[in-house]
């Protein structure tokens, strides 16, 4: 598709970045037509308490009815079914991957992360489904950054999300995994409440974040992917245009396909060659001191992690009533 025959914005992001669904709602990817779609704790358990979708959750319990399993590890072996079955379902509608969310409760646990992606995937394939449509999700903890660094080598590809720092990023890349998620929307919220500046466009402090990361992996030719997330705005999305991937909630989808106009790339290869960053190395003690430095990444990436493990909890919640 051309510019001159791309009618709306959402048209002409889709010539420069992949477009990603930030959702659990099958309905919205359907009409959006993304490649890929993501899913996180809370949009799982939003999506599972409406009506339409009760049935994949009802099926999960269902399934699991003559389980030898009791207590905790019944209620996590259905919340994995109901990953499962969600994830299956965004298959069928997208033509490439879907990210599927290890239990934040496991951001510091390396090898309880390493143990319950294996798990994911394994269920995956025993639908029939190729790990090469998978991303495994875990927070950029340094501990989730190490789990990724081991899955990858056994080719499973991991989404490091609550990514909120340069530190964060580095170490990512220099692990080696497929995909990292910055949270552009609530760098912005940060900044907003500290400084009370309403910032706008490339002036915008989570722009400015996934713009340096971008430059930094493409001048130094890492092969992690740059998925800006968490928009609160068409303005965040429009600055990023370029990126390898954005993921968009439907909201913000449908705003960008009711905008006309032209939209400029803004992310390149040769700005970021041009670039005047330096290329540094991140052991766990320089990962942590450069991490802690970073108020806001600090206090971001902690709220994440109590949020979807508050999620998951209520999750854990709704099928103890079902069962």
């Known amino acids: 598709m051309s510019s001159a025959t791309a009618s709306n914005h959402l048209d002409q992001l889709k010539q420069y970045t992949t477009v990603v669904a930030d959702t659990g709602d099958f309905a919205s990817i359907e009409e959006y037509k993304p490649q890929d779609a993501t899913t996180n704790p809370s949009l799982i358990l939003q999506a599972a308490a409406k009506p339409e979708y009760k049935h994949l959750v009802e099926q999960a319990v269902n399934e699991h009815a003559s389980s030898e399993l009791t207590g905790a590890a019944l209620i996590e072996s259905i919340i994995d079914r109901i990953l499962i079955l969600f994830g299956s379902e965004i298959l069928k509608i997208v033509p490439g991957r879907v990210s599927t969310e290890v239990d934040a409760r496991l951001s510091f646990d390396t090898e309880g992360t390493v143990t319950k992606a294996r798990h994911l995937i394994a269920l995956y394939e025993a639908e029939g489904i190729s790990r090469d449509r998978i991303l495994i999700k875990m927070a950029s903890t340094w501990e989730g950054i190490r789990a990724a660094e081991q899955l990858e080598k056994d080719g499973i590809h991991c989404n490091l999300t609550l990514l909120f720092s340069f530190a964060q990023a580095v170490a990512c890349a220099e692990a080696g995994v497929q995909l990292i998620s910055p949270f552009v929307g609530r760098i912005y919220d940060w900044y907003k409440k500290d400084t009370g500046i309403d910032y706008q466009g490339a002036d915008d402090p989570g722009v400015l974040s996934v713009q340096k990361i971008y430059n930094y992996y493409k001048k130094f030719g890492y092969r992690t992917e740059v998925m800006g997330a968490s928009f609160r705005n068409c303005g965040q999305i429009t600055e990023l245009a370029g990126s390898d991937l954005l993921t968009i909630s439907p909201g913000l989808l449908e705003e960008l396909q009711n905008t006309p106009g032209e939209l ?59 069962i």
């Open 264 to 322: 400029t790339q803004k992310l390149t290869d040769e700005n970021a060659q041009a670039s005047d960053l330096e290329k540094i190395h991140l052991d766990e003690k320089d990962f942590r001191f450069m991490f802690n430095e970073d108020a806001m990444a600090t206090e971001k990436t902690a709220e994440g992690i109590r949020n979807f493990s508050a999620d998951i909890v209520k999750l854990e919640d709704l099928i103890k009533s079902l």
